[in-house]
Nanobody
C-alpha cells in the first residue's frame, strides 16, 4: 500500500502565503514525478505544478511566478510554496505521485486525500 498525506492548507487573506507538504509512505521503490492538482467547487481538477525526480518543474500559467514546487527525495516529500494568494486560488489541493512499488513492475499513480485552501478577499 502507498499513502500520500498532505498538510499545510488553511484560511489566508489575499496576498498571503501558505506552504503545502505531501509525504509519501508505504511500499515504495521509486517515485518518479510528484505534483499538485486543485479542484475548485463546480470546476474540473487542474494541474498546478509537477516536479520530476531530477528536479525539472512545470507550473501552470495561472500560478507561475507565485507558486513554487520542490521536493525532498530522501523524505519522499513534495512541497508547494504559495505566495501572493488570490481568492481564485481557493480550492482543494491534491497531491499526486507516479511511482514504482516494491516487488511490482510498472508505474502506478497515487493521490492524497486533499487539503482545503481558502483565500479570503
Amino acid at each position: 500500500q502507498v499513502q500520500l498525506v498532505e498538510s499545510g492548507g488553511g484560511l489566508v487573506q489575499a496576498g498571503g502565503s501558505l506552504k503545502l507538504s505531501c509525504a509519501a509512505s508505504g511500499s515504495i521503490f521509486k517515485i518518479n514525478a510528484m505534483g499538485w492538482y486543485r479542484q475548485a467547487p463546480g470546476k474540473q481538477r487542474e494541474l498546478v505544478a509537477v516536479i520530476t525526480s531530477a528536479g525539472r518543474t512545470n507550473v501552470a500559467d495561472s500560478v507561475k511566478g507565485r507558486f513554487t514546487i520542490s521536493r525532498d527525495n530522501a523524505k519522499n516529500t513534495v512541497y508547494l510554496q504559495m505566495t501572493s494568494l488570490k481568492p481564485e486560488d481557493t480550492a482543494v489541493y491534491y497531491c499526486n505521485a507516479h511511482l514504482v512499488r516494491l516487488l511490482m513492475s510498472g508505474t502506478t499513480e497515487a493521490w492524497g486525500q486533499g487539503t482545503q485552501v481558502t483565500v479570503s478577499s
